[in-house]
């Protein structure tokens, strides 16, 4: 049972006053299978929600949380639509797992089915990046009444085999570091993210400890066929394929070294009636920092 992983929680004050980020925090800690593990969620609504109004589920990646939103939050909002954006637990504001083992692609999956019915979310917008796409991907053929439109960003389905080399690199780069800088390391990938808006990325992890879930997604990737998570990355490629029904939109960042326009428009053609893509020349990885533009287009090619 969840309740006997011991796990870390980071102290508020790290939160005070983090620059664009207005939002007030939502917990949940009875998740079944996770009871006693608190997970945290931003929970923004319109003030006149009406009958076609959207929830833009909004899922991060590594090791970012969902400070990462902050710039399209605002726009689905006030488009008349609610944002949900949880913090995987090890992440944010969710409480830390301090093994490191705890953390596989099933933890987290089973995390996220379990927010999706513990809030009961209905008319969905499945807005993935990152390891939010490796896991959220995988949830349309899961939730097909409830998970109605795409919103994809620079990821993946791993299915069994590395993206490329730039991975590899960034996993080799990870294993030597354990108490990797997270700040900077955004800061790196974000040449015009300014120095409070960096700390802000590394505010959930004190120290060494909370890192165990930052360490962990990098080795978690299914770069072989028996991994936990990679037939049903296949199966979930096959679904996307073949009976998605719903609306997407893609966006690119075109300067991602990892997960760039070649991996994405191998994901394009995974995903039935992917339109083409909003590419964003200057857009990195973390292409979400330049978010005000995507979510408009999104917003667009949704009316």
Same mark, same amino acid.
């Not at 929830?55 to 949380?65: I, K, V």
């Not at 089915?113 to 993935?128: E, G, S």
């Not at 990892?258 to 039935?272: E, F, T, W």
């Given at each position: 049972?969840?309740?006997?992983?011991?796990?870390?929680?980071?102290?508020?004050?790290?939160?005070?006053?983090?620059?664009?980020?207005?939002?007030?925090?939502?917990?949940?800690?009875?998740?079944?299978?996770?009871?006693?593990?608190?997970?945290?969620?931003?929970?923004?609504?319109?003030?006149?929600?009406?009958?076609?109004?959207?929830?833009?589920?909004?899922?991060?990646?590594?090791?970012?949380?969902?400070?990462?939103?902050? !710039?399209?939050?605002?726009?689905?909002?006030?488009?008349?639509?609610?944002?949900?954006?949880?913090?995987?637990?090890?992440?944010?504001?969710?409480?830390?797992?301090?093994?490191?083992?705890?953390?596989?692609?099933?933890?987290?999956?089973?995390?996220?089915?379990?927010?999706?019915?513990?809030?009961?979310?209905?008319?969905?917008?499945?807005?993935?990046?990152?390891?939010?796409?490796?896991?959220?991907?995988?949830?349309?053929?899961?939730?097909?009444?409830?998970?109605?439109?795409?919103?994809?960003?620079?990821?993946?389905?791993?299915?069994? *085999?590395?993206?490329?080399?730039?991975?590899? *690199?960034?996993?080799?780069?990870?294993?030597?570091?354990?108490?990797?800088?997270?700040?900077?390391?955004m800061k790196r990938g974000i040449p015009h993210l300014s120095d409070a808006e960096a700390a802000a990325y590394g *505010?959930?992890?004190?120290?060494?400890?909370? !890192?165990?879930?930052?360490?962990?997604?990098? @080795?978690?990737?299914?770069?072989?066929?028996?991994?936990?998570?990679?037939?049903?990355?296949?199966?979930?490629?096959?679904?996307?394929?073949?009976?998605?029904?719903?609306?997407?939109?893609?966006?690119?960042?075109?300067?991602?070294?990892?997960?760039?326009?070649?991996?994405?428009?191998?994901?394009?053609?995974?995903?039935?009636?992917?339109?083409?893509?909003?590419?964003?020349?200057?857009?990195?990885?973390?292409?979400? @920092?330049?978010?005000?533009?995507?979510?408009?287009?999104?917003?667009?090619?949704?009316?």
């Open positions: 049972m969840a309740r006997s992983i011991e796990a870390l929680r980071t102290p508020e004050d790290r939160f005070q006053n983090l620059p664009g980020f207005p939002f007030k925090p939502h917990y949940v800690d009875d998740l079944p299978g996770f009871e006693g593990l608190r997970l945290h969620y931003l929970d923004e609504r319109p003030s006149v929600p009406s009958p076609h109004t959207q929830t833009f589920l909004c899922l991060h990646g590594e090791p970012s949380w969902s400070y990462l939103y902050r !710039k399209m939050a605002p726009l689905f909002v006030a488009a008349g639509h609610r944002v949900v954006a949880p913090d995987f637990f090890g992440f944010g504001k969710s409480d830390k797992p301090i093994e490191d083992a705890i953390y596989t692609f099933s933890f987290h999956r089973n995390t996220l089915m379990r927010v999706i019915d513990r809030l009961d979310l209905t008319n969905v917008t499945l807005v993935v990046q990152d390891w939010g796409g490796l896991l959220g991907l995988t949830l349309p053929m899961e939730f097909p009444e409830r998970i109605k439109r795409l919103l994809v960003m620079n990821t993946t389905l791993a299915v069994g *085999a590395s993206p490329g080399p730039g991975f590899d *690199a960034w996993k080799a780069f990870m294993r030597t570091r354990p108490d990797v800088d997270v700040a900077a390391l *505010a959930p992890f004190p120290d060494q400890r909370y !890192k165990a879930g930052v360490r962990r997604f990098p @080795e978690l990737v299914m770069v072989s066929p028996e991994m936990d998570g990679a037939e049903l990355s296949r199966k979930a490629a096959h679904w996307l394929s073949t009976e998605w029904s719903g609306q997407s939109f893609m966006a690119v960042g075109m300067k991602d070294p990892v997960l760039g326009p070649a991996v994405m428009s191998d994901l394009r053609k995974q995903i039935r009636n992917c339109p083409p893509p909003l590419e964003i020349p200057d857009g990195g990885h973390f292409v979400q @920092e330049w978010g005000e533009e995507i979510a408009k287009g999104a917003l667009q090619a949704f009316k």
